[in-house]
């Protein structure tokens, strides 16, 4: 029987093992309504009939796997969030959790203090959805349209007011220096963006979350600073959110754009400058929004700049964007295989890409060891 006593949220514990599923129970109990189950199809069960805001799922479990179970729990409510659970021998399974959707993971044997604070954390987050979701309907009211983000960016695409509209609201944030709040940082909050504008599109989903871990590996190789390293990883996660404008009729159009569609959808790097320019955010994050689609022999847009002229960081997302592309699938093609992608990289050194960043790109897709491991970058 649920605890009628007022908690924090209702957290689901998934795991085959009693002795690792009772000692997260214990631990949360007294802070949050507690569910168990013992396999990935309970788990589901629970997920269809009780109102869910976290999921600890151990990937390694007998029957539906791990991965299975995350996708189905995304696929029936993607605002729940899911923190993988995992043993030291299984980093790389955890990995793969983050790229389908995972918050994040804690490791056994549990750390009761590390626990409770990326508990915590994506409790944070969750609220952070609602937040954006009363500013996506905020948006909605202020350019005449009621309806779901999908239909917004379709039925407003045409109208010239609508970036001028969601620039207000980003003034509006700023104003009220909601970033000032320890709890709620703005790389969170440019996460849960990118998130909430990419969930309802098949072909995007999580796109700035794979350009952010992509981008996070050459900027490594290239040894970046600790603020640079930061700046990029907001920068990723806002590079797109001018395309909020544009319909998604011509983002995932099969088959060639018209000149005019084209010339519409390469707007996007201004246009999202501009709506972010009231947060006055540091001039890697903007430079890398206007510029990541930059070509180094200058034949990209929006503003032809060659070679050097491109910032060095929206040279970096101009990779971390290219290869996203390549390796995923689109509705016009199945994604490249990766002796494919090296060769595109290779051709369009000097090209499209910075020579240098090509060949260091290059490096760390031949590396064993290209899988992240400081969490802190994947937070």
């Known amino acids: 029987m649920m605890e009628t006593m007022d908690k924090q949220g209702n957290i689901l514990v998934v795991d085959d093992e009693f002795g690792p599923r009772e000692s997260l129970r214990m631990v949360l109990k007294p802070l949050y309504n507690v569910y168990i189950a013992e396999n990935g199809q309970k788990a589901i069960e629970t997920i269809q009939s009780t109102s869910i805001d976290l999921v600890t799922l151990d990937l390694r479990m007998q029957g539906l796997q791990g991965t299975d179970v995350l996708r189905e729990i995304k696929r029936i409510n993607s605002d729940i969030e899911v923190i993988i659970v995992t043993g030291y021998g299984s980093l790389n399974s955890a990995i793969d959790g983050i790229r389908f959707g995972a918050f994040d993971y804690i490791q056994k044997p549990f750390n009761v203090a590390e626990i409770l604070s990326t508990i915590n954390k994506s409790i944070e987050r969750k609220k952070l959805y609602t937040q954006l979701k009363d500013f996506l309907k905020e948006v909605g009211r202020v350019v005449g349209v009621e309806a779901e983000l999908s239909e917004i960016k379709d039925?407003?695409?045409?109208?010239?007011?609508?970036?001028?509209?969601?620039?207000?609201?980003?003034?509006?944030?700023?104003?009220?220096?909601?970033?000032?709040?320890?709890?709620?940082?703005?790389?969170?909050?440019?996460?849960?963006?990118?998130?909430?504008?990419?969930?309802?599109?098949?072909?995007?989903?999580?796109?700035?979350?794979?350009?952010?871990?992509?981008?996070?590996?050459?900027?490594?190789?290239?040894?970046?600073?600790?603020?640079?390293?930061?700046?990029?990883?907001?920068?990723?996660?806002?590079?797109?959110?001018?395309?909020?404008?544009?319909?998604?009729?011509?983002?995932?159009?099969?088959?060639?754009?018209?000149?005019?569609?084209?010339?519409?959808?390469?707007?996007?790097?201004?246009?999202?400058?501009?709506?972010?320019?009231?947060?006055?955010?540091?001039?890697?994050?903007?430079?890398?929004?206007?510029?990541h689609h930059e070509w180094y022999d200058g034949s990209g847009y929006?503003?032809?700049?060659?070679?050097?002229?491109?910032?060095?960081?929206?040279?970096?997302?101009?990779?971390?964007?290219?290869?996203?592309?390549?390796?995923?699938?689109?509705p016009y093609r199945k994604a490249l295989a990766l002796k494919e992608i090296k060769k595109e990289f290779t051709i369009n050194a000097g090209i499209q890409f910075d020579p240098e960043m090509a060949k260091a790109y290059l490096d760390v897709l031949d590396s064993s060891s290209n899988i992240i491991l400081n969490k802190s970058v994947l937070n």
């Open 155 to 291: 039925k407003v695409a045409a109208n010239g007011s609508f970036a001028e509209a969601i620039k207000k609201i980003f003034t509006s944030i700023a104003e009220k220096n909601m970033f000032q709040d320890n709890t709620i940082n703005f790389l969170e909050f440019s996460r849960v963006i990118a998130n909430t504008f990419e969930s309802k599109d098949p072909y995007s989903y999580d796109h700035s979350g794979r350009v952010n871990y992509y981008a996070n590996l050459l900027a490594q190789k290239l040894s970046l600073s600790q603020k640079e390293m930061e700046e990029l990883q907001i920068a990723t996660l806002l590079h797109d959110i001018g395309k909020i404008g544009i319909a998604n009729t011509f983002i995932f159009k099969e088959g060639s754009l018209t000149e005019i569609e084209l010339a519409i959808t390469r707007k996007h790097p201004e246009v999202g400058a501009a709506i972010v320019e009231p947060l006055r955010l540091s001039p890697l994050i903007l430079s890398v929004i206007r510029h």
């Open 302 to 330: 929006p503003d032809g700049l060659v070679g050097e002229e491109i910032p060095y960081c929206a040279r970096i997302v101009a990779i971390a964007d290219a290869y996203d592309a390549m390796s995923s699938d689109r």
